[in-house]
């Protein structure tokens, strides 16, 4: 019974209104009021102010509020744990990538992932890196793959490979024969880069401000498909890691002299979730991955 009532005290915390709560809910809205009262006075507690024209959560509410979020990701978490199962003949797996390693580290591990446990369902989002910490505190991940600068403290973070950047053109671009270029000379090149909301982009910047490097930047696009198409299409170059445009058909990976843009990629989850079968064995799959793709 009092799973109910904390049920629909969410719902009317999320909407501020008991009519939306009501309908969401689909109960009257003078069932939902007397059920909202009832925990009221079982906690001895006004919940909500009802005296404006609008709802709204008292101090009281706020913090209650707060623990009942706490205690629905708790309960959800249990439910995963309960219906998890260790011979991974089934389960369920929620990934998130930024989006340079979906050219050259995804695809080799998600072959080698449902190669061995066919049953697993994987649901994989390539988002940015600051959504993939957000989603993994928020328990809408079970793991992350990004960069080795991990913002939030309670995020574990796995090293599992370095890659090295390097300016990529395509085969018919002046500069494709050329194996090195000086980074003064990255000045007079037109490029086309990922949009700023990426961590990649920040690395980029980073590393031309640190170099005295007046970039060109022509174009920005938020897809790495998009940046790659218009490489390969046009005369214009990008700043991306070696590996991703060696996994492409008509590019070139020029090396940056004398100093290399380097990072280290990471496999990230939360530090106290609860670890599936499914997550444990990705998660050591994703180090053997790395490891020979690291030869």
Known sequence: ??????????????????????????????????????????????????????????????????????????????????????????????????????????????????????????????????SIEEQLLAGELDVGIAFGEVSAQEIDAIPLLDETFALVVSTLHPLAQEKSIGLQALSTESLVLLSREFATREQIDRYCLKHGIHPKVLMEADALGAVIEIVRRTRLSTLLPTKTAQAQDNLVAIALEPEHLTRTAVLMRRRDAYQSFAARVFTGLAVEVAAQLNQ
């Open 1 to 130: 019974m009092l799973a109910r009532h904390i049920r629909y005290f969410q719902a009317v915390a999320e909407h501020l209104s008991f009519t939306k709560a009501a309908a969401a809910l689909h109960v009257s809205q003078p069932a939902l009021s007397q059920l909202v009262r009832q925990l009221e006075e079982s906690l001895g507690a006004q919940l909500f102010d009802r005296s404006g024209r609008a709802t709204r959560l008292t101090d009281a509410g706020e913090a209650y509020l707060q623990y009942v979020r706490r205690a629905a990701h708790e309960l959800q978490e249990a439910t995963r744990a309960i219906h998890d199962v260790g011979d991974l003949s089934r389960g369920s797996l929620r990934l998130a990538v930024t989006p340079t390693f979906t050219t050259y580290l995804v695809g080799p591990l998600v072959e080698a992932f449902h190669s061995r446990y066919p049953g697993i369902s994987l649901n994989v989002r390539e988002i940015s890196q600051e």
